[in-house]
């Protein structure tokens, strides 16, 4: 099994930073993906970025050039750099572990930007 701890999150205003990171620990194998999603209210759950363990990483079109998704293989970490914050990136964010046979969810931390 795969567990994972988020944190990071919190309030900020528009225009603010902040960075969100992920560890997974357990049985984690070398070929995996680890994602970031969010939720609004009222909302579905969409995907923010994703990073593979080689590298190869993905955005969602309204974050691109705001959000920098990066990770540190040697601590199975994750991590979301969000710049010039808005305030439609209000959601609670999740963190996303898969591998050819796991696929496990973070519990979410809360991202509240204020205008």
């Known amino acids: 099994q795969v567990q994972l701890v988020e944190s990071g999150g919190g309030l900020v205003q528009a225009g603010g930073s902040l960075r969100l990171s992920c560890a997974a620990s357990g049985s984690i194998r070398s070929i995996n993906t680890m994602s970031w999603y969010r939720q609004a209210p009222g909302k579905q759950r969409e995907l923010v970025a994703s990073i593979s363990s080689r590298g190869w990483n993905d955005y969602a079109d309204s974050v691109k050039g705001r959000f920098t998704i990066s990770r540190d293989n040697a601590k199975n970490t994750v991590y979301l750099q969000m710049n010039s914050l808005k305030p439609e990136d209000t959601a609670v964010y999740y963190c996303?572990?898969?591998?050819?046979?796991?696929?496990?969810w973070g519990k979410g931390t809360l991202v509240t930007v204020s205008s």
């Open positions: 996303n572990f898969r591998s050819p046979d796991i696929n496990v």
